[in-house]
């Protein structure tokens, strides 16, 4: 089975710098995708950004990239130029290749200072 | 704009009610998922549906039974509900296995169940 890690249960920024959340994971598969969502007090879960396990590039969604780091089973969140809307909860996703089943970290909660 | 709707976006009922939790997708999606998430636990998998008819037991069924009659509509129940079931369920669909499914799920905006 798979396990998703976010050790962090809490962080803060001040706006306009830059946050890197951590994520790690545990699996045998080699087919796989990975995945940050972002759940704002609307409760609606966003996605952020994706990433294809296969790929060596690392995903960048505009001020949103990831650090992929295969071989130590980590997919970090850096988020550049941090703006109050971005105050949400993050949950990093790991997805099976085979069975598409979404497996959820226990979620951040990041704060944007003014 | 395409979406998952769930029927109610706050409910409180008692202990040992049956408890009905509506999800509606407009997306032709195969696939849907009903999730609990619980303060410091995040994400939880209750049961998943990938067809009319097809169920699959998640992680924590236990408690839970769930209906899929037609192919947008996924119903989650509680049998009896108790107060250990008080929580944020997140219905939520996808494409079908493999291929656009690994673009990530589409989330309804979720239902804050209370049981007293």
């Known amino acids: 089975a798979q396990t998703v890690t976010q050790s962090q249960p809490e962080m803060s920024v001040q706006e306009a710098e830059t946050v890197t959340l951590s994520c790690t994971y545990d699996?045998?598969?080699?087919?796989?995708?990975l995945f940050w969502y972002k759940q704002p007090p609307s409760r609606q879960m966003i996605l952020v950004i994706r990433q294809e396990a296969y790929k060596q590039q690392n995903a960048t969604e505009n001020r949103f990239s990831v650090n992929f780091q295969k071989a130590a089973k980590s997919f970090s969140l850096k988020i550049s130029d941090s703006q109050l809307g971005d105050t949400a909860m993050y949950f990093c996703?790991?997805?099976?290749?085979?069975?598409?089943?979404?497996?959820f970290g226990k979620g951040i909660t990041l704060s944007v200072r003014p | 704009d395409v979406k998952v709707t769930q029927s109610s976006r706050y409910l409180v009922k008692r202990t040992g009610e049956k408890v009905f939790l509506e999800c509606v997708q407009d997306m032709d999606h195969e696939n849907m998922f009903w999730y609990r998430q619980d303060p410091g636990l995040g994400l939880r998998l209750i049961y998943f549906s990938y067809d009319v008819k097809m169920k699959e037991k998640g992680d924590i069924p236990e408690g839970y039974s769930v209906s899929r009659e037609k192919k947008e509509r996924f119903s989650l129940i509680l049998e009896s509900a108790s107060t250990n079931q008080t929580s944020m369920y997140l219905c939520?669909?996808?494409?079908?296995?493999?291929?656009?499914?690994?673009?990530?799920?589409?989330f309804g905006s979720g239902t804050r169940l209370t049981v007293v």
């Open positions: 939520a669909s996808s494409l079908s296995w493999g291929g656009n499914s690994n673009y990530g799920y589409t």
């Open positions: 699996t045998s598969e080699s087919n796989y995708y």
């Open positions: 996703a790991f997805m099976n290749g085979a069975n598409s089943k979404l497996t």
